[in-house]
């Protein structure tokens, strides 16, 4: 059998329109939302398949790897987090790069060869990964109104993945990448889709609430936002953390949302100036893990919160 796993988030669901557009394939979908990254141990792997996984953490999912190479799996791995000691394995072939400015979907576009880069300038502007997809966007040629348009599809596809459960969201991702993917293109889905325009006007409103929040925190080093527990804040945390990094480009940012058990999710942006560090902090927490530039930790206890704003504070001071 074929397996494509994949983050519910823009560069995951990026990556993997630009693998199958490429090279298709009829395969099991496992994906989530996009804290949902313990993929792999959904698999039961027999000798012969073929796993494809994108954009989550091979630290994370190690013991799972383990499993399914032992099981006589192939499995290609790309992505761009932490990923631990990297098995040294025939069955294995992997693309791992944790370098601040890289997401999955740019090291997909790699690759294939720019075979379908818009796809990768997407994935990488819903990443918040703007000079990165500008970069990549060159030889595109396009138009300042349509590099704007994948800018907007970026964010609202990452927009689409945050919150604790699907229902939370307004697409499965799943059902997400099947829609782009039938659109063939990142910018006819922007044009011809009513997906689009229901992403857009969600995102639009979700952030027209968070515009009104204010730090609990703030110094020229780091801000700390509290958000409620509501719908629209669980599903703002993500893009709004990443507003917020673009708009104070010298300061790290907690965007802590309320949880209905009353612990918090935590997504964490340290400075664009100085894209380091993010994943080192939120690792110190038992749910916490990430990349340099952008972490998170899913599930904080409240009794947890002080040493974490701490710690926050102490890892970005100066």
Partial sequence: MNYDLFNGDADGICALIQLRLAEPRDATLVTGVKRDINLLARVEAAPGDDIT???VSMDKNRAALDTVLAAGAKVFYVDHHF????????????IINEAPDVCTAALVNGHLGGAHVDWAVTGAFGDNLKDTARTLARDLELSAADLASLER????????????????????????????????????????????????????????????????????????FMLPDEAWARRVSGVYSNDLATDN?????????????????????????????????CMQFPTGGGRAAAAGINDLPEGSLESFTSAFAEAYSG
Avoid at 156 to 169: F, R, S, T, V
Avoid at 211 to 217: D, T
Avoid at 256 to 276: C, D, E, I
């Fill in 53 to 55: 996984v994108l954009d």
């Fill in 83 to 94: 990923p631990g000691e990297i098995p040294d394995h025939a069955g294995l072939t992997s």
């Fill in 153 to 224: 599809l970026g964010t609202c596809i990452n927009y689409n993945g945050y919150g604790p459960a699907i229902e939370d969201l307004h697409f499965d991702p799943e059902e997400l990448y099947r829609r782009l993917y039938a659109a063939g293109s990142p910018l006819e889905f922007v044009s011809a889709s009513p997906d689009f325009t229901r992403l857009a006007q969600g995102y639009d409103a979700d952030m027209a609430q968070a515009a009104a929040l204010q730090p609990v925190h703030a110094s020229e080093s780091v801000a700390v």
């Fill in 249 to 281: 480009p010298g300061r790290a940012h907690a965007v802590l949302t309320r949880k209905a058990n009353g612990n918090y999710l935590v997504s964490v942006r340290a400075p664009l100036s100085n894209k380091q560090g993010a994943a080192e902090l």
